[in-house]
């Protein structure tokens, strides 16, 4: 329970998994497999040459999103009671929602000087919707004609979910 109440993702593990985890921290390919566990989002993640630093995290649609700085793997997964968020899991956890925060930040800008789509090389799926969702709420608060607007974005949107999904 201490590890648990120390890093709360580890509650959507059972016993005998998070005992894996812990005993075999050294072995990042090891700990891979519970990732999806850990984190919704995350279904695998790319190590670099060395396998000594994580360099990107890839979702269940293999949609692959490098981090913005590599999280380096410690000697162990443990984590203390007082939260050393030096530890890798903590390290992860924090990068991912840096690299898309700064991601969608991109894209919502990138949509706005364009006026058009986001490039769907450039920006991972997830910050495209939400720029669109941000730009509909920006059209929603602007008085005129955004009706039309709207039923384009809804079509947009669509196009984009049935790709994603295909």
Do not use: N
Request: aromatic content about 6%; overall charge negative; hydrophobic content about 35%.
């Amino acid at each position: 329970q201490e590890k648990r109440s120390a890093f709360p993702r580890f509650y959507f593990l059972g016993d005998e998994d998070l005992l894996e985890i812990l005993g075999q921290s050294t072995k990042p390919r090891v700990i891979q497999a519970h990732l999806k566990k850990l984190f919704v989002g995350i279904h695998s993640v790319a190590f670099d040459p060395s396998e000594r630093h994580i360099a990107a995290i890839r979702s269940l649609e293999r949609e692959t999103v490098p981090l913005r700085q590599h999280v380096e793997l410690t000697a162990k997964v443990e984590v203390t009671i007082h939260r050393v968020f030096k530890e890798w899991l903590c390290a992860l956890e924090k990068e991912m929602k840096s690299t898309l925060r700064h991601l969608l930040i991109e894209c919502v800008s990138d949509v706005e000087r364009t006026r058009s789509e986001p490039d769907p090389l450039k920006f991972p799926s997830q910050q495209q919707l939400e720029a669109y969702t941000s730009l509909e709420v920006e059209w929603t608060d602007t008085p005129g004609d955004t009706e039309g607007d709207s039923r384009d974005l809804e079509l947009k949107l669509k196009a984009m979910l049935l790709d994603t999904i295909h």
